[in-house]
């Protein structure tokens, strides 16, 4: 069904003035309202059509308005309001720094009528107080019946020609349903947040690691949150006398946090310790010899109360094996330890290497917003380093999605080896 | 929590990092069967790939030389701060300030303090992240030309990779008065405050402008340097190689494929640079009484400038491909004969004037100025560069203060097109012109001719205008910023080499000898807020150009 037409909508104003923006504080600047996708076209038309209305305060012209930014077109699907609402506080903070057009579309009431609202608006700042204005927009669409299944349909007349289009999906993406693909389909970035995701995530993670490919790359937060993880882990082998010892790699162990308690063994979101590993084995070049499963016992249940802290039980968690291509194997374990860190949250990644008789053991360890890195080379301590790892914000990873180029070669081998790692059935749902 | 200096552990005997001999016997006879022996070169860390952005500098102490002059208040800690609080400096890391007068590390700290809030770009100063920063600051008193100095500084420093955890990587920034480097690089040398032994850390040491006064005295600093460091150790700043817009010139020609065709002598007429200040001297008037605009702009930024535009391609972006190929640039231009100067090179002094609708004093009225001086205050010099791609395109540079606005620009002027089609327009099409605006309003603009409309056919240029401003709202980092990461992680591409300096020397020293031995110059010959002497503007009319309208 096509989007719901009315004689309403176009009623698009300047904000009035308030107070003057502070540089790298986006403001609002004009608001309207529209019913149907042309009329958001229009509305789109006018803001750049009045511009001297845009920079005039009391009558008099305040500030030179410089052109619309135009960089990309940025789509985000949140599949409920409340989701909705969390992407346009977090863009209205990212707008300063990677200013765009913005679509955010919000599906609903599948079952009902098709119909079409949106607010379109425009957000400005200044980089420095000497420099020009620039403004960037953002049209909040909330479509219900058909109209909301066919998003691509909303999109595609939306878009600003020849720019990239980065697809934004905050929440459970549906991979697999036809109206996703379609939409993805037309991206040339999808940004995903798989530390989000509901129950253990790795069937979502085994199909964006079949969705991704050279012209999609995909940008997820849970792998840009371990940026500095990987920086640690690097560091210890750009140490010459350690470096041999990467390419004698027996054992790699992930220690991740989970809450205990009913049904915690698949209500654990595991991507983030998943994708360690998997970093590790594309930077090898590790083969899957035998994909993860789950092992041991269930973690406590209701009537074995969780202790945070408590030590971790051996034998559980997952399990797989890597091998080198000589032929030697990489033992692989992902284990849970019963914390008061939110589930799934990477709290050690210990390394084990034998060469010639001679072993490094390297432990990168999370300590409050800095991460630890303690090496021992025959059970000798050799090095210890601290970095720091501050908490990335929304904002700030999203930023960083934006003005990634279209080359990530850590997010392509690390997503494709993630997905060999889980496999096609792996057990969990997703 | 005890934090180890140096690895407690014997280095195991046999692993040759770097070294592409295979390791075992069976690795050996792989080799031989021309099977590869793993997925990542063995030279390499493979875990590093992709990992470029998230790089972060090993453990070091940086320890700065000038710690209480105007430079390091102004520019080197604030850049220094402004690193740490985005979490680019390592943790375990050490800032040793070393100067003459007598501070503890807490008065010191505490003027670091007032010049963040005075000069950090990002204000204000978070008072935890400031805490953790100060922490790690320490005073060093000493003369420089005190052998002492270097004694205590050493074991001070040892004593900081201890409590820091820097494990003897240094880097030494001088930010002294020039007179002082030669004696604080033999100084460092005397301590062997320059071995890198293995296993031991790295030494390195940034050396500001100006490096040398002419060719001679170029070369006899990079000799006192080349004493006690390796070149690769040897990181010389010229700032200007840092800013967001000089590193985007080479963006802008080689990401590109539509420009560099035309980078080239059958197409380009001419090229302008400008780097033109509206300030005076400022506080600085001693210093710019040795200096002057052709060793304080000419030598270093323009011609900077001038390689970073005509050089070729670097086949690769590291530091040496592109350095190379900035000397053959500079190589390719031959030093100018005495009797030449005067037909190719205009010196000019601002007189009093007015500036931005103020007045203002003239060069020779300025604090620490000699009323009689005959320094320069405007330079301008038409170069050519004899190689295949260049050869016959005069390179028109300009330099002064006091003049109208401050700009930093550099422009392409295209030829003119071989026939004049559109008689019947009252004006012919103007040549083409592709400007780079390196500061303010930093940009590009392409100038291109239009049809005016209407019922007849003329034809107008018309500006078709990038900036940066409207497509990145991000405000860029500080140049130093940008060159202090690079020099803590070993890239020295925006530093400038031994050779480079020197050829740079080269083309200007037989400048500076020949208006030594000239008639004295009738200075003032320009007044404030103009753009500079008349004689500028003959340098370009007598080509049939001239200066573009800024």
């Known amino acids: 069904m096509a989007p719901h037409l009315s004689s309403a909508g176009g009623d698009g104003a300047v904000v009035p003035f308030g107070i003057s923006a502070m540089p790298g504080e986006p403001t609002l ?115 219900g019946g058909d109209t909301g299944r066919h998003l691509q349909a909303i999109v595609a007349p939306l878009l600003v020609h020849d720019l990239p289009v980065t697809v934004w999906w905050p929440g459970d993406p549906p991979f697999g349903v036809a109206s996703t693909s379609a939409l993805v389909g037309t991206a040339d970035r999808l940004v995903v947040d798989g530390s989000h995701w509901t129950g253990d995530g790795l069937d979502r993670l085994a199909a964006l690691a079949a969705l991704a490919r050279p012209t999609l790359p995909v940008s997820d937060f849970a ?60 930077r090898l070049e590790l083969r899957v010899a035998r994909p993860l499963a789950r092992v041991g016992r269930p973690l406590a249940d209701g009537s074995r109360p969780a202790r945070p802290g408590a030590p971790p039980e051996p034998g559980r968690g997952l399990r797989a094996l890597l091998e080198w291509d000589r032929g030697a194997d990489v033992e692989i374990v992902i284990r849970p330890v019963i914390s008061g860190m939110p589930g799934g949250t990477t709290l050690r990644v210990e390394l084990l290497a034998e060469r010639r008789g001679s072993e490094l053991r390297a432990e990168v360890t999370a300590e409050a917003e800095s991460v630890h890195v303690l090496v021992w080379q025959d059970g000798v301590e050799a090095l210890e380093r601290t970095y720091h790892a501050p908490r990335l914000t929304d904002v700030d990873l999203l930023t960083a999605a934006l003005e990634a180029g279209s080359r990530d070669p850590v997010a392509e081998g690390t997503l494709a080896a993630a997905g060999r790692l889980v496999g096609v059935g792996a057990p969990g749902a997703g | ?43 390499g860390n493979p875990l590093r790939g992709g990992l470029r952005l998230e790089r972060m500098p090993d453990p070091s102490a940086f320890v700065l030389f000038g710690a209480t002059g105007d430079l390091a208040h102004r520019k080197v800690v604030p850049a220094l701060f402004q690193l740490w609080r985005t979490n680019l400096l390592p943790h375990e890391f050490s800032l040793v300030a070393v100067g003459r007068r007598a501070y503890s590390d807490e008065t010191f700290r505490g003027q670091l303090r007032a010049s963040l809030d005075q000069f950090s770009r990002v204000l204000p100063i978070e008072a935890s992240v400031w805490e953790a920063f100060a922490g790690r600051i320490a005073y060093h008193r000493g003369d420089f030309g005190d052998p002492l100095l270097y004694e205590s500084l050493a074991a001070r420093l040892d ?64 000799r006192e340097v080349g004493k006690v460091f390796r070149e690769s150790q040897v990181y010389r700043i010229d700032h200007y190689l840092g800013k967001e817009t000089v590193r985007n010139i080479l963006v802008f020609r080689f990401g590109n494929g539509i420009f560099e065709p035309i980078w080239h002598r059958r197409y380009v007429d001419h090229v302008q640079i400008t780097v033109a200040e509206s300030i005076g001297v400022e506080k ?20 900077q400038l001038l390689a970073l535009v005509a050089m070729e391609p670097p086949a690769t972006f590291d530091a040496d491909a592109l350095r190379d190929e900035k000397v053959k640039v500079l190589r390719a231009m031959e030093p100018m004969a005495p009797g030449d100067v005067a037909a190719n090179v205009v010196r000019g002094q601002y007189g009093p004037g007015w500036v931005a609708g103020e007045p203002v004093a003239g060069y020779r009225e300025e604090p620490e100025v000699d009323p009689e001086s005959e320094t320069e205050t405007y330079v301008a010099a038409r170069l050519f560069i004899d190689d295949w791609r260049w050869a016959g395109v005069p390179f028109y540079l300009r330099a002064g203060k006091r003049l109208p606005k401050r700009a930093t620009e550099i422009a392409i002027r295209f030829k003119e097109v071989p026939h004049a089609m559109f008689k019947e327009s009252n004006a012919d099409p103007e ?21 005016v409309p209407g019922l007849g056919l003329d ?11 409207s497509a990145f709202s991000v405000d860029s980092p500080d140049a130093y910023e940008t060159l202090i990461l690079d020099a803590l992680l070993g890239d020295a591409a925006l530093y400038t080499r031994a050779d480079e300096v020197e050829k740079a020397w ?28 008349d004689a500028a503007d003959v340098l370009l009319e007598r080509d049939g150009r001239r200066w573009r309208r800024i």
């Open chain 2, 1 to 43: 929590m005890a934090r180890p200096a140096k690895p407690k552990a014997p280095v195991a005997p046999g692993p040759r990092a770097g070294d592409d001999a295979p390791l075992t016997a069976r690795e050996l006879r792989l080799a031989r069967a021309g099977r590869k022996r793993s997925a990542a070169k063995p030279s």
């Open chain 1, 29 to 143: 600047r004009w608001a309207g309202h529209a019913t149907s996708v042309a009329e958001i076209e229009r509305e789109l038309g006018r803001i750049w059509a009045l511009p001297q209305a845009m920079a005039a305060r009391d009558g008099a012209a305040e500030r030179h308005v410089a052109a619309r930014t135009s960089v990309l077109n940025l789509v985000v699907v949140a599949r409920s309001p409340e989701l909705g609402e969390g992407a346009a506080s977090t863009l209205a903070m990212a707008t300063g720094r990677h200013p765009s057009r913005t679509l955010i579309l919000v599906p609903t009431d599948p079952d009902g009528p098709g119909w079409l609202r949106a607010e379109v608006r425009a957000y400005c700042m200044v980089p420095r107080a000497d420099a020009p204005e620039t403004c960037a927009e953002q049209v909040y669409i909330t479509a």
């Open chain 2, 506 to 533: 080269a083309i200007v020293t037989p400048i500076i000898e020949a208006w030594a031995g000239a008639p004295q110059p009738a200075f003032p010959d320009y007044e404030a807020g103009s753009w500079g002497p």
């Open chain 2, 284 to 303: 600085r008037g001693s210093f710019y009484e040795e200096a002057g605009a052709s060793r304080d702009f000419l030598q270093n930024h323009l011609m």
């Open chain 2, 431 to 451: 040549a083409n012109l592709l400007a780079m605006r390196i500061q303010p309003d930093e940009g590009i603009l392409l100038r291109f001719a239009a049809k």
């Open chain 2, 459 to 469: 034809v107008r240029g018309v500006n078709m205008d990038f900036t940066y401003g």
């Open chain 2, 159 to 222: 004593a900081l990779d201890e409590e820091h955890g820097t494990q003897g990587n240094r880097l030494y920034y001088l930010a002294t008065q020039p007179s002082a480097f030669a004696e604080i690089i033999a100084g460092l040398g005397r301590a062997g405050l320059d071995h890198e032994q293995h296993g031991a850390g790295w030494r390195r040491i940034v050396i500001e402008k100006p490096f040398g006064r002419d060719l001679t005295s170029a070369i006899r600093l990079n």
């Open chain 1, 223 to 282: 792998l840009m949150r371990q940026a500095r993880w990987r920086e640690a882990v690097a560091s210890v082998f750009d140490r010459p006398e350690f470096l041999p010892y990467l390419r004698s790699l027996r054992r790699i162990a992930v220690t991740y946090a989970t809450r205990g308690g009913p049904n915690a063994e698949v209500s654990t979101n595991l991507v983030k310790p998943i994708y360690h590993v998997a970093w590790l084995a594309a």
